[in-house]
């Protein structure tokens, strides 16, 4: 499906044979009229920041229907949302468009972030866009859990008031932190127009604002990272192709990919809605949406000081920091930087699983403080005592990767592995391993 390539050398585009489509011109305002012939590989991005957009774009064409059924009141919401199901025609299939859209988006997104870290695409000159991308994931998160309130049944309640619960735990402006959140100290009318304010408004106007400008900064510095030694001296990006059909048309199979998907799911698989809101009655167990999971997990472990603040607060700074602990290192542009770091990240994230489940089987009987256990401060006991034991076991790995010939950038490749294949564990934990009580059990363990 290759286009022709043009010579690299020549600084303009080719002369086109016939004036673009009223599509084609639309599609070059976002991209420049040639591209590399090296950035049309697939397994160069897998298209996941253009599924991320499809998503996006879904979410806003789904959610401008739902506004015309629902009301943002504790009285009527979940009527609304129970009456667009049963009631409306085609209303539940709009619905889970809705939800698997905004469920896909959360998934490629952080797999789009992935995609760039293992390929080197966070380290300069595309730092700048790296941080631009983590706020965008902090926007797509925030925006998949205001929408998680406003169907106000058992589910939307319970979970946020779990996911708000843990701001309290931030020292010194915990209670006020939390009830900002919830417009009180309780989840009641002033949360669900907040979140709704939120949802349909300002989150959206934020992410299309950062989203432009993302897209610009991938535009101005040439396009997507390519792999060193695709060009020469003189053309050092390679070969060019005319972008039209080169790129577009495989950007128009991702998107019909990810629309086909979207659909599949929203006709055989329904969004939840249970019962109506109770908040005189707690279902057991409550659970956190499943991206805020791995910090619930960590909450059963861990005293909710480090649980609930200090371990995400150091991931989100060390998330935005990753581009700057690469002293300024230079990226190859391959995956996992070479085969090396390949094997490195794979065992890498390997020890992390396996430690971190063990960690977890183990500690079940530890967490009931059997009377041999030394009477250690709880913060000491629960807290730094194993957040130095993970910092130590990630200081290893880099260690490790170090021995094994690994440069910079592998070795804060194997240990962001371990870290995240850690959190996998933790968040498929709390997902599926957890009930009653939030006692490890099976998932298709029958609740009592
Ligand atoms: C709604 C969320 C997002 C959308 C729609 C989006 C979209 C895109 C698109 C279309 C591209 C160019 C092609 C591609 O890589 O597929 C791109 C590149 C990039 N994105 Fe995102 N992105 C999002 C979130 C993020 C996040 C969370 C990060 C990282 C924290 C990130 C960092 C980057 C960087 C650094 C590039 C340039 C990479 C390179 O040159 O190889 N983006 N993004």
New binding site residues.
Partial sequence: MRGPEIDANASAAPTPARRPSGFSSLVLHLHPRVVPAAALRFSL??????A??VL?LLLAASGALLLVAYEPSPERAYGTVAALVDEVRFGAFIRNIHHWSANG?VLV??L??L???Y?G??LPP?RG??I???L??L??VASAFTGYLLPWDQLAFWAVTISTGMLEYVPLAGGALMRAARGGAEIGSTTLARFFVLHVAILPIA?LML?AF??W??RK?G???LPRGVGTDAAPRGPLVPTSPGLTQREGVVALAVVAAVLLFAAVANAPLLAEANPGMSPNPAKAPWYFMGVQELLVHLHPLFAAFVIPLAALVL?FALPSLAGGASPSGLWFESPLGARLAGWSALAGALLCGAAIVLNEPLRRAPPWIPALPPELRGGLLPALAVAGAVAAVGFVAKRRGANRIESIQAMFSFVLAAFVVLTATGVLFRGQGMALSWPWTPPA
Avoid at 45 to 50: A, E, H, I, S, V
């Fill in positions: 991005t897998f298209g996941l920041g253009g991320a957009l996006f988006l997104t952080v789009h972030l995609r760039v870290f390929r695409g966070h595309r866009n790296w631009v991308g983590v965008l994931l926007l797509v992410l989203l993302h897209f900064l991938v510095v396009g997507v990272i998330l």
